[in-house]
Nanobody, 123 residues
Framework: QVQLVESGGGSVQAGGSLRLSCEAS????????MAWFRHSPGKEREGVAF???????RYADSVKGRFTLSKDSAKNTLSLEMNSLSPEDTAMYFC?????????????????WGKGTLVTISS
């Protein structure tokens, strides 16, 4: 049974940093993609960062230059380093995995989801 468990959320002031982690377990797939999405009240769910099965990353324009995605395949862990945070980054952040190759990276294409971790940025 595949499980994705996020951690690292919290409350920081604007300009601060947080590091989110997603630990994946139960994977039997040799190739898969992973991503971080976020959702805040009144807004649509947004794809934040994506890494494909070959390690290529892409980011939403809103986080480029501030967020960095990394994956430790040996530990099945996905991390999101978030810097220069602003109140607009406040959201529930979800880790997701997609197993159909090539991956689309869209929320509807994700096969597995974590329960999320809350990030709150105060001004």
């Amino acid at each position: 049974q595949v499980q994705l468990v996020e951690s690292g959320g919290g409350s920081v002031q604007a300009g601060g940093s947080l590091r989110l982690s997603c630990e994946a377990s139960g994977f039997t797939y040799s190739r898969y993609c992973m991503a971080w999405f976020r959702h805040s009240p009144g807004k649509e769910r947004e794809g934040v960062a994506f890494i494909d099965d070959e390690g290529t990353t892409r980011y939403a324009d809103s986080v480029k230059g501030r967020f960095t995605l990394s994956k430790d395949s040996a530990k099945n862990t996905l991390s999101l380093e978030m810097n220069s945070l602003s109140p607009e980054d406040t959201a529930m952040y979800f880790c997701a995995a997609e197993v159909a190759i090539p991956c689309e990276g869209r929320d509807y294409a994700q096969d597995y989801w974590g329960k999320g971790t809350l990030v709150t940025i105060s001004s």
